[in-house]
């Protein structure tokens, strides 16, 4: 059974820090490319950074710099550390699992980031 299980979400200032995790099982981790997406009430989800099973990452504009996507694949896990955050990061955190070349894309349940003073 597949299962992507988002944590490390919350309230946060602006300016503040939040490290986001996501344990991932019932796949062979190390061959997807992982990555974190979000979703802000009436936009739709957007991709904000992925890694691919050999560690090279890429980046949504507006988080560059202040984001890091990290992966340790002997954990099953993916990390998303947000740093310098502003109100406009404020939305709904998911992780995704995909194989390149292949229908298989899985999501996790989401967890919420709210940036506010």
């Known amino acids: 059974q597949v299962q992507l299980v988002e944590s490390g979400g919350g309230l946060v200032q602006p300016g503040g820090s939040l490290r986001l995790s996501c344990a991932a099982s019932?796949?062979?981790?190390?061959?997807?490319?992982m990555s974190w997406y979000r979703q802000a009430p009436g936009k739709q989800r957007e991709l904000v950074a992925a890694?691919?099973?050999?560690?090279?990452?890429n980046y949504a504009e507006s988080v560059k710099g202040r984001f890091t996507i990290s992966r340790d694949n002997a954990k099953y896990t993916v990390y998303l550390q947000m740093n310098s955050l502003q109100p406009e990061d404020t939305a709904v955190y998911y992780c995704?699992?995909?194989?390149?070349?292949?229908?298989?894309?899985?999501w996790g349940q989401g967890t919420q980031v709210t940036v506010s003073s």
């Open positions: 995704n699992g995909r194989l390149i070349a292949t229908r298989l894309n899985y």
């Open positions: 019932g796949f062979t981790f190390s061959d997807y490319v």
């Open positions: 890694i691919a099973s050999g560690g090279h990452t």
